[in-house]
């Protein structure tokens, strides 16, 4: 029998790791990437906490999590498309049209 | 035994995220990621969610994962790889099919055989879940129907080619 606590710190170092590669790398895929690997981060956590809980409400806020998360990377990959079709980079430093 | 799956299933989780930033491949990243996703897969289902994990991989490993591959690969294309290495690959894509095969013969032979482990607790399988869904958050569910759908045309719009003439 595994503690919760050890599937939270799993989700917390996965977190954590998204939020380092997001701004590690340097191109909108990728970082595009790191998004979702929070969003499983959080995933896991609520899971994990379904599980402590015994209640299968987190099991269905994984679901929800998972639609938006579809939806955000279908809309977000066609701006990728659609930024990369108009300055042929998607490399964050060759984008520094709204800098001041 | 659940430790070492545990253990296992989380160090390739990490691993392959923590892969993910020191490579500098698209391509590998996304697959990298392909692996962390369906590692957490495996975490979900020692988590007793086995729906949970089977819409994980499905959804997240599967269909997410290659609109990133597609997106990557009309973004940046390079050649591929090269020839020596492509010997490796087969033997590669050999191994993972024969594995691909075991497990389907076992599963086969287990929904003949008739031995299946324990379910999940009461109202904790698919039932409890699609219950929940269409009575306490059936207004979140509806909702996010529409998101979907307004995601949807918002993608449509986004990716329509430039300078092209409106239908009517």
Redesign the interface.
Known sequence: ??PAA??LA?AA??FA??V??FF??R?L??Q???V??ML?AA??AF??L??AS?K??A??M???V??????????G??????V??RRKT?RTEDLSGLKG | MAWVLFGILSFLCLGAVAAMIVSSNQAHNALLLVLAFACLGGLFGLLDAPFAAAVQVIIYAGAIMILFLFAIMMVDLKAGLPPERRRYVLVLAGLLGAVLLAELLIVIRRAFLGAGGPGPADGQGPAGIGHLLFTRYLYPFEITSLLLVAALVGAMALADKPGRKEAS
């Open positions: 029998m595994i050890a599937f799993v170092t996965l790791l998204g380092l590669a590690v790398k191109d895929l990728t595009f990437l790191a979702e690997v499983n995933n896991l899971l994990a379904a599980k015994l299968a409400e099991q269905a994984v679901i929800f998972l639609t938006v998360a579809a939806a955000e990377a279908v809309v990959l066609a701006i990728v498309l659609l990369f079709r998607i």
